[in-house]
């Protein structure tokens, strides 16, 4: 069962009762993310995610860990373009002591001079790793380029000139503006009594400023791109990619079938083609980033220099087929039947659940139902299939993004089409 209240301050509380679990997942979600950073401080949303785990007046960094630890429990954070998320995942009878424990950390953290500065090596280290990592790096740039000027082409982790000027007093402003109570949702999924959790959380969470951030949303515009990091790398990797839809477009279900099918699993047409047939790549898939009122559909792949042109002419010819062939019935019903078994395997976890209820409320304002979901999954026919590829599959937004032993003018613009 989920139920939903709302504190005076304006804090939604959402849980999902599961009586058979053993666990409860909880998460205290801030409704903003990277992508309303301010240019000159780009990583400030992520650092505070960093430095809440430092100490507060009641705990110190060894005891936040430690009695997360005490409990077998787990305790982390992640920060996304559009939210930030702090959560525990605890032994039921261990919920008071995780309720407590977050909230101490999130409303309480010191933000200790000594510890910021400590903090800023980990986090300067985190993004050399990133760069250290050309198969996780080109996506960072793919998104820094593909979306050029508009908030989401931010970095989330900033860059080393953004991160070394984030002062104690511009991440304590930081925090001031942007923890307010309507931009707070705070989700729980497992063995949990709603009644019991609003007890817990109404007199911790009471003193947290009403109101919401005020963010500065506009849309994104596109434009047909190639872009060259030349690195000494035995692969070539890159993104090739084009616009997508928001989360709450009705066609994320054409979308989700799409992926599943053009390379979304290792039956997939690129990881067949291109993998399986051809032997040019290791590693290649898509996915699709979508965001509140933007996306984009990205194919990666990693291939000797040599072999790059002919593994971009296979992509875009995979991508141009879904625009004039329709898709078969099998086909079409071995993506429904995959998407179907990958969301309900992922109930059993009661973190996904955790997460499900949150990001529901975040971006449809309502709980969206398995049987909805099933539904619309089993309602898309080839037809949608061949719209919805003409629709996002288009020249003005495609964009390639690579990193290797290349020069600039090793593709052009002009050599790609859709």
């Known amino acids: 069962m989920i139920t939903k ?25 801030l409704a903003n993310g990277s992508r309303h950073d301010r240019r000159e401080i780009n990583g400030a949303a992520h650092f505070i995610e960093h430095l809440l785990f430092k100490g507060t007046a009641k705990r110190n960094a060894l005891d936040i860990a430690r009695e997360i630890d005490s409990v077998g429990g787990v305790l982390n954070a992640f920060t996304c373009r559009e939210y930030v998320c702090y959560y525990a995942k605890v ?9 407590d424990l977050l909230a101490d950390i999130f409303l309480h953290s010191l933000f200790d001079a000594n510890e910021i500065e400590k903090e800023r090596k980990v986090v300067l280290q985190e993004i050399w790793m990133l760069k250290d990592s050309p198969d996780n790096y080109i996506h960072d740039l793919y998104c820094q380029n593909f979306w050029k000027a508009h908030p989401l082409g931010m970095s989330i982790i900033g860059s080393e000139e953004t991160v070394g000027r984030l002062s104690r007093d511009i991440l304590l402003d930081f925090k001031k503006d942007r923890f307010r109570a309507e931009d707070i949702i705070i989700a729980a999924a497992g063995n949990v009594v709603h009644n019991d959790l609003l007890s817990l959380l109404e007199s911790l969470f009471a003193d947290v400023t009403p109101g919401t951030y005020e963010k500065d949303e506009f849309l994104p515009t596109y434009a047909k791109q190639v872009n060259v990091s030349t690195k000494d790398l035995e692969q070539v990797h890159l993104c090739l990619g084009t616009k997508a839809l928001p989360q709450n477009s009705p066609k994320r279900y054409v979308g989700y079938i799409v992926n599943t099918i053009l390379g979304g699993s290792i039956s997939s047409r690129l990881f067949q083609e291109i993998r399986e047939k051809r032997g040019l790549a290791y590693s290649v898939y898509s996915y699709i980033l979508s965001h509140s009122d933007a996306g984009t559909f990205v194919i990666y792949a990693g291939t000797k220099k040599e072999k790059l042109i002919q593994v971009v002419e296979l992509i875009l010819q995979l991508m141009k087929d879904f625009k004039t ?10 993506a429904v039947e995959h998407l179907k078994g990958n969301l309900l395997l992922s109930l059993e976890s009661t973190d996904n659940r955790m997460t499900k209820l949150a990001k529901n409320e975040i971006y449809f304002a309502r709980q969206v139902a398995i049987p909805e979901i099933i539904t619309a999954l089993e309602r898309v026919t080839p037809q949608d299939v061949m719209d919805f590829c003409n629709e996002i599959f288009q020249d003005s937004s495609l964009a390639l993004e690579l990193m290797g032993k290349l020069d600039s003018q090793s593709i052009s613009s002009s050599t790609i089409s859709l």
């Open 5 to 29: 209240s709302v504190l005076q301050n304006g804090i939604r509380v959402i849980s999902e009762t599961i009586p058979h679990s053993h666990s409860v997942s909880i998460g205290i979600w």
């Open 91 to 99: 032994l039921d009878q261990a919920l008071p002591r995780a309720v």
């Open 325 to 334: 062939v329709p898709v078969t019935s099998a086909e079409l019903l071995f």
